[in-house]
């Protein structure tokens, strides 16, 4: 079974500074896929960013950036440059195998408020 | 172009009652999961349907149940409601070898 750790309920940033929000996952799968999704109050999750397992270069979309230690089993998120529209729950969750085949299992969240 | 419609967004029901969700799907995707948030907790499978068929089920009781149509839009059904049931219900889209999109779910409460 796979299981998908966030031990930060809460966690809060200076507007324009940075912050990193932790994942562990425990899986004996050797093909999956990790992400990381921002729930904002309009209720929608939007993904924020995604990585390949197979993958060793980390990836990074604008702002956001992860920190994928395979072996540690730990998939961390870093923003940089926090804005005002970043406060959102965020969730760390993990898929077997191939994009859209399979279903999500997702953490408990951490809500991240950015304070101007 | 529309992302993925779900009807209605607030919902109260009383214990024993059934209730049935609706999820209209992004256009082009064929295939539709439904997930369980429980307040303060993160989302959990319910089920997948492709080709109007259950492809996967989660870890709930047969009480919850759906329907995919022809036209990939999807129901959730779910029986004899309980005050555990209260939850946001996430509907997300797919098609093969792409990501989710998802809706902005349906607030259900059991009274």
């Known amino acids: 079974a796979q299981t998908v750790t966030q031990s930060q309920p809460e966690m809060s940033v200076q507007e324009a500074e940075t912050v990193t929000l932790s994942c562990t996952y425990d899986t004996s799968e050797n093909n999956y896929y990790l992400f990381w999704y921002k729930q904002p109050p309009s209720r929608q999750m939007i993904l924020v960013i995604r990585?390949?397992?197979?993958?060793?270069q980390n990836a990074t979309e604008n702002r956001f950036s992860v920190n994928f230690q395979k072996a540690a089993k730990s998939f961390s998120l870093k923003i940089s440059d926090s804005q005002l529209g970043d406060t959102a729950m965020y969730f760390c969750a993990f898929m077997k195998g191939k994009t859209g085949a399979n279903n999500l299992f997702f953490g408990t969240g951490t809500r991240l408020t950015v304070i101007p | 172009d529309a992302g993925v419609t779900q009807s209605p967004t607030h919902l109260i029901k009383t214990r024993g009652q059934q209730v049935t969700l609706r999820c209209s799907p992004k256009s082009g995707h064929d295939t539709v999961s439904w997930y369980q948030q429980a307040l303060g907790q993160g989302p959990q499978f319910i089920f997948q349907y492709y080709e109007e068929e259950e492809r996967q089920r989660g870890n709930f009781p047969d009480r919850f149940s759906g329907h995919q149509f022809p036209n990939y839009s999807s129901e959730l059904n779910v029986n004899a409601l309980l005050l555990g049931d209260s939850a946001l219900y996430l509907c997300?889209?797919?098609?093969?070898?792409?990501?989710?999109?998802f809706g902005s779910g349906t607030r259900l409460t059991v009274v």
């Open positions: 997300a889209s797919s098609l093969e070898r792409y990501g989710y999109t």
């Open positions: 990585q390949e397992a197979y993958k060793q």
